[in-house]
């Protein structure tokens, strides 16, 4: 058994990838829709969250001493801060960051291509994850994953 997740897409990859090609066909095309002048606040404000949200969970994992990064060993499971709210707080926290950064950059392709981010991250990184964990944790993940959310 290795200590190591094995993804099948890095999850900057799998949510950058759609937020980057949103951006670019904004600045090469007009968008249909112009979101208003409250998407500035609102991007603002969720860019404060993913700082205290994401600061918060990485601070855990170096409380923990466990790996972050791939290729990491993972030695422990966290279910403190915002490991109650969600299973994927992290990855929760960079999609809130792609919805600010659009709303700011006010690129409605970027919008549109978010539930893609969602499904990349989803499909390259938290389902291999989850297998990982179980296999990594047995019973207490389960009880775990039976008590908490995969998003919010």
């Known amino acids: 058994?290795?200590?190591?997740?094995?993804?099948?897409?890095?999850?900057?990859?799998?949510?950058?990838?759609?937020?980057?090609?949103?951006?670019?066909?904004?600045?090469?095309?007009?968008?249909?829709?112009?979101?208003g002048s409250w998407?500035?606040?609102v991007g603002w404000l969720l860019v404060a969250?993913?700082?205290?949200?994401?600061?918060w969970s990485l601070w855990l994992f170096a409380h923990h001493e466990t790996g972050l990064l791939p290729g990491d060993a993972t030695t422990s499971m966290i279910e403190s801060g915002p490991y109650r709210l969600s299973r994927n707080p992290l990855y929760v926290g960079l999609l809130a960051l792609y919805l600010a950064i659009a709303l700011l950059a006010?690129?409605?392709w970027a919008l549109v291509l978010l539930p893609l981010a969602v499904a990349?991250?989803?499909?390259?990184?938290?389902?291999?994850e989850e297998r990982f964990l179980e296999s990594r944790f047995g019973e207490p993940y389960d009880d775990y994953r039976a008590k908490v959310r995969r998003w919010l």
């Open 120 to 128: 990349l991250v989803l499909w390259g990184a938290i389902l291999p």
């Open 106 to 108: 006010s690129s409605f």
């Open 39 to 41: 998407r500035v606040p």
């Open 49 to 55: 969250v993913f700082v205290v949200w994401n600061g």
């Open 1 to 35: 058994m290795t200590d190591v997740v094995s993804f099948r897409l890095w999850p900057p990859v799998a949510i950058g990838v759609p937020l980057l090609a949103g951006l670019a066909v904004s600045a090469a095309w007009d968008d249909p829709v112009e979101p």
